[in-house]
């Protein structure tokens, strides 16, 4: 706040020295025409005054409100009505101030010339308020826009980390229910896989990308608990090779995409599943496939439009602003989807 | 002896039941444990048992899809982890229901309400308001499950062409033919989708995607075109609501 505050008295003491030079520069002139410096002097601020306000006038205008790019003309005829009034006032009120004859003849013979020097004046103040207060809202807006920008980035984000099922939390803790009664060491394993999990998916901060190895850890967590839940009707296979486990990806990317494939996986079926989860550096990118078997006949609607894959599309399109990073496919009851992570 | 069958397709979450049921066995027998819909179809039809735990998410059908199939449906004590409209279904119409993880006392409790409710009511038809107000969850939106013999057929509500009035049934039209599911029309208007599915008659409703021409018939009336060329009368009141599906 404060340096707007200064900014503006810098504006008017900017202003004002403007009009001193200005009156100076005419009091010059005038006298040189060969009048004594005390009518040039009347003449000159008489003169500016006017000026001054319908300057004014127009530096107010333009700050709280921009012509479009159409009306520009509407700016010129302003600064036209203006300067026109100001030679109009300086024509009828001055020779009230001075009743020295040459000088009123002399005052008619200038009209012309004091007209177009009003314009010149009065059109400059607002050329250079025009350039200001646009610039001014450009930088003003842009500031607004990151920052909603960045907002919306948060909240999102946010949100989509949240979508992490409390089915999947109340139906682990079901399971080590179960074990705690004739499994207590594999009970106690559960919890501790399952407590690293969550901890995993709270710690993460979003704007550092981490190694796909790092991920993996992560997600083998989770599909170690499922594993459990499920039994023997589900099966993973991960491949990734050295290079692609430094490849850098956004945290917890993968999750929910794993999450929906085994859900789809598990649900849509009622055999063993396999997940197949694999990724390549491939020219730049690294590029990720998770494949799920489905059923084509009852494959619910949802498939490729549910939070899963909009989701993902959305938070790659927030993290790299560009689309098309995700790609589904359908054939022979099993469904893939695809996500390209540029590599820096 | 009651006779008991759990169906959940967790085999942790089938073991906890048993577990808690151990003290029972005087008065609870298991008769089979199911890991899916189908299963528990084929068991309730082989063991006819009094009681049976059911999960609600379970692979292919859930429980509310599985119980619309069975014909003689038993006592039902609903487990489940999380899920909102199940779990408004169950406050006002099932025996009892139990959020997972649960506790002995708490498993207990439910055993004991339904042993007083067994020794004292006859058993009726608890499920039908149940399953009405289960239907209301959005995923039950997306698919019909009916039954063809002892096949089990699920038919996503976008392969519909339209239903007919059919007795106390109704009959649902597909590509592959037609299935008789057992609710009313007024049931299949409020749960279909009313951007897709219109009621243009009191006997039927229509897919609208799958209107190809409308044609006077009659005063007053008309007769739906559907792409596969089936001729469905519309009525006046039901031709100014397709009419506002349409948006013409």
């Known amino acids: 706040m404060s340096t707007t505050s200064t900014l503006f008295s810098k504006l008017n003491l900017a202003f004002a020295t403007g009009g001193l030079a200005w009156t100076a520069l005419q009091i010059y002139t005038i006298h040189s025409f060969g009048f004594s410096w005390y009518i040039a002097a009347i003449d000159s601020v008489a003169s500016v005054i006017p000026l001054a306000a319908a300057c004014w006038l127009i530096d107010n205008n333009l700050r709280y409100y921009q012509p479009g790019k159409g009306s520009y003309i509407n700016l010129l005829i302003w600064c036209v009505v203006l300067a026109g009034a100001c030679t109009f006032m300086v024509r009828w009120g001055l020779p009230m101030l001075i009743t020295d004859s040459t000088h009123t003849g002399f005052l008619r013979q200038s009209l012309i010339i004091r007209l177009f020097t009003n314009f010149m004046a009065i059109g400059w103040m607002a050329m250079i308020s025009l350039i200001w207060y646009v610039q001014q809202d450009q930088k003003e807006n842009e500031r607004r826009k990151s920052e909603a920008e960045q907002l919306a980035r948060d909240a999102e984000l946010y949100n989509l980390r949240q979508q992490l099922q409390p089915h999947f939390l109340f139906n682990s803790l079901n399971s080590i229910n179960a074990l705690i009664g004739f499994k207590p060491h594999e009970a106690r394993k559960m919890i501790h896989q399952l407590s690293d999990f969550l901890r995993g998916t709270l710690k993460k901060d979003d704007q550092k990308q981490v190694p796909l190895k790092e991920e993996l850890e992560h997600l083998n967590l989770y599909l170690e608990i499922e594993k459990v839940r499920f039994g023997h009707r589900l099966q993973t296979e991960i491949s990734c090779d050295n290079k692609c486990s430094e490849a850098l990806l956004p945290p917890l990317l993968l999750q929910p995409i794993v999450e929906n494939a085994i859900k789809f996986g598990l649900y849509d079926t009622t055999g063993e599943v396999t997940i197949s989860i694999r990724a390549e550096v491939e020219d730049k990118y690294l590029v990720v496939m998770v494949q799920n078997p489905y059923d084509q006949q009852t494959a619910r609607p949802r498939h490729g439009t549910g939070f899963g894959v909009s989701g993902i599309q959305r938070r790659l399109y927030l993290l790299f602003a560009r689309n098309g990073l995700v790609e589904t496919y359908q054939n022979d009851d099993i469904f893939t989807i695809m996500i390209k992570i540029p590599q820096a | ?248």
């Open chain 2, 1 to 248: 002896m009651k006779r008991v069958l759990i169906i959940d397709d967790e085999p942790l979450a089938r073991m906890v039941v048993q577990e808690y049921l151990q003290p029972f066995n005087n008065e609870l027998q298991v008769m089979q444990e199911c890991g899916d819909g189908f299963e528990g179809i084929k068991a309730i039809m082989q063991h006819q048992p009094d009681l049976i735990f059911l999960d609600v998410q379970m692979p292919k059908i859930n429980g509310f899809e599985m119980l619309e199939l069975v014909e003689q449906a038993p006592q039902v004590i609903f487990t489940t982890a999380f899920d909102e409209y199940a779990i408004k279904a169950f406050e006002t119409h099932a025996v009892d229901y139990l959020l997972k993880p649960f506790s002995r006392e708490r498993f207990n409790k439910a055993i004991e309400k339904y042993l007083s409710q067994a020794t004292n009511k006859p058993v009726t038809k608890p499920n039908e308001a149940l399953l009405e107000t289960a239907a209301q969850s959005p995923a039950q939106h997306e698919r019909i499950v009916v039954k063809t013999g002892t096949k089990v057929k699920i038919i996503p509500v976008q392969d519909i062409e339209y239903l007919a009035a059919d007795d106390d049934y109704v009959s649902i039209f597909t590509s592959e033919g037609s299935f008789l599911k057992n609710k009313t029309m007024s049931f299949f208007e409020q749960t279909l989708d009313a951007r897709h599915f219109a009621r243009v008659h009191r006997s039927y409703i229509v897919s609208v995607a799958q209107i190809t021409r409308i044609d006077p018939f009659e005063k007053d009336a008309h007769l739906a075109i559907l792409k596969s060329g089936a001729r469905i009368p519309v009525s006046k009141a039901g031709y100014v609501k397709l009419k506002q599906v349409l948006g013409i």
